[in-house]
């Protein structure tokens, strides 16, 4: 349990209110009350503490944490917004969120010209230039992330934008460093596999097999249920018998669709096509199973029933067409995306970051 679990922060954003109201410039009291609304699911509240905050003052840190909630929460759209002002109640208002990547971007983009000594704008914008899949801007600026502070985070999407630009080398050797960074901020074990995905399609097979050793032991110590994800570095290597050995081990109703046309094309390699009629006939029946279980329910709407039993149907289709395509001798390609990685990038968040630099003005 966190020391900050035991905190009634709806008591502490009283007495912050109660401290703004008395001291309103105060712009740093204005970033720890958002904070403090965001602990209690106020976002609102938050939000506008931190506009407030942002046009009092206009620093590097009102700013950018503005922009950040922009990017990470989008904006409240209320109802006569702009004939209110940011004072007053806004439990009255009935509001909406929208996306606000421009305004994230805006924000952020222009802070970024004053070159910050710190790591956190670089790395939200590097999100933002890969959300775009613009990887090479992302590269250039990721790496001026990472040399302020390396982080799991900022060294993961740089292997990301490496791998989509095909530069495989590069990548494995960011996403290495990043798994080397994991600890209790980020603990992903999605950087060590991207890692063994980069290695296995070097063609680095020894140290591909080890880091799949070392996957599956950590996957299992964690409960991450990776093996699926997994077993597709072996794929990649074709070796379709430990790709098999970690297959079938699996309970497939719990794995998507997604992942037969490995299996059923390594057990076709093997010569084990009664394994493939035997998993593909147990899922497409437990499948009709429950589709008729929702169809007969009479508490589910229509809408929702016709729509389950167009996509149960797509489904059961998938995996016949998959294993004609697998008797054909159709060899699956694996098209591995590594997950971008992010984590809580506000100044000031006692949280997640426990860093508050100084509040100078732009």
Known sequence: MSKYDEIDF??????????????????????????????????????????????????????????????????????????????????????????????????????????????FPYNVMGEMYIKKEKYEEAIGILEEAITLTPSLENLNNLGLCYYKKGRLSEAAECFRKAHLLRSSNNDS???????????????????????????????????????????????????????????????????SEEFYPTYFYCLWKLSKTKEIEELASKTIQRKEKEMQEVLQDPDEEEEFKIEYKEVTKEEITFIKNTVKEVYWGKAPVVKYEPTLETRCYLYGCFRHTDTNPSYFSI
């Open 189 to 255: 074990l999605f950087p060590f596999l991207s890692y063994g995905v980069c290695l296995a399609h070097l063609g680095r097979e020894s140290e591909a097999k080890e880091a799949v050793k070392e996957l599956l032991l950590l996957s299992k110590k964690e409960g991450e249920d990776l093996e699926a994800d997994i077993a597709e570095i072996y794929y990649i290597l074709e070796n379709y018998e430990e790709v098999v050995n970690i297959y079938c081990k699996l309970d497939w109703e719990f794995y």
């Open 10 to 119: 709806e008591k502490v954003a009283l007495h912050m209110q109660k401290q703004v109201e008395t001291d309103p410039n105060n712009v740093q009291l204005r970033n720890e009350l958002a904070i403090v609304f965001m602990e209690i699911n106020q976002y609102e509240e938050a939000f506008f503490q931190l506009q407030a905050a942002a046009e009092l003052k206009p620093s590097i840190q009102t700013l950018y944490n503005l922009g950040y909630f922009y990017f990470a929460e989008g904006k409240p759209i209320v109802e006569d917004m702009e004939s209110r002002s940011v004072e007053e109640d806004v439990e009255e208002m009935s509001y909406t969120w929208e996306i606000a990547d421009k305004e994230a971007f805006d924000i952020v983009e222009d802070i970024l010209k004053y070159k910050p000594r710190h790591s």
